[in-house]
């Protein structure tokens, strides 16, 4: 019930293409979910972030797809550069409780010249 | 731009063997965590931690485990019996509060290697 399901593991991805990135949740009561960047050796950082009663959130490059009634949102990066290789995570937290997060599996982003 | 600071960045163990993960939180923070990450795996939240005392704990936090503000400004997760399977990247993070605006702010992780 607390899952969250990050698909794909991994992703390469050519300098100027579109990342897709896709989670989806079990819990109907998560009512926050981020999007975290994490570069080797470093803990993760909030990149962006969207509440359910949006069905999209878009600052600058970077967008969240919500649809709330299948369960799943997607982190789209677009025109991607090489400095966005990263691992990336989703995660969904209840915002009523002591937030603490559910993260998914995460996913290797690798972007070529 | 204010930064959690985890010390050390890398630790070994032995087996059966106590150790102290330390952290500074952001100073005018009043929510502090730990999550944890299995090589390859997820990030897994342990504890959270408010006003001196555990407000939530996941079922990994078991009777091995505890932390402790000792000073104000110190944020400490001790493990007392080392196992392998403790082998993971161990991340404080805080926050300024419980509202969602105030999102979480995380450390570059200690390194813990049980052998």
Redesign the interface.
């Known amino acids: 019930q607390q899952q969250v399901k990050q698909s794909p593991q991994s992703l390469i991805v050519q300098k100027g293409g579109i990342s897709i990135i896709n989670c989806a949740y079990e819990n109907t009561a998560f009512d926050y979910f981020p999007w975290y960047q994490q570069f080797p050796g470093k803990g993760p950082a909030l990149l962006i972030a969207i509440r359910p009663d949006v069905s999209e959130k878009k600052e600058g490059r970077f967008t969240i797809s919500f649809n709330k009634s299948a369960k799943q949102f997607s982190l789209h990066i677009m025109d991607s550069q090489p400095g966005d290789s990263a691992t990336y995570f989703c995660a969904a937290t209840l915002t009523g409780g002591g937030n603490k997060l559910t993260f998914g599996t995460g996913t290797q982003l690798k972007v070529e010249l | 731009e204010p930064e ?1 600071t985890q010390t050390p960045s890398h630790q070994v163990t032995q087996m059966g063997q106590e150790v102290i993960l330390r952290c500074v939180p952001i100073s005018n923070h009043l ?1 502090f ?1 730990w ?1 944890r990450q299995i090589l390859g ?5 342990l504890v ?1 931690f ?1 006003n001196n005392e555990i ?2 704990k ?1 079922e990994i936090f078991d009777d091995q485990f505890s932390v402790e503000r000792p000073d104000g400004s110190n944020f400490t997760l001790k493990i007392r019996s080392t196992k392998l399977e403790d082998s993971a990247m161990y ?1 404080c ?1 805080s ?1 300024q509060g ?1 509202e ?1 605006n105030y ?2 702010t ?4 200690t390194r813990l290697t049980v052998v």
């Open positions: 959690v929510y965590y999550y795996q997820k990030v897994e939240f959270s408010y407000s939530e996941s991340f993070a926050r419980l969602i999102g979480y995380f450390g570059s992780g």
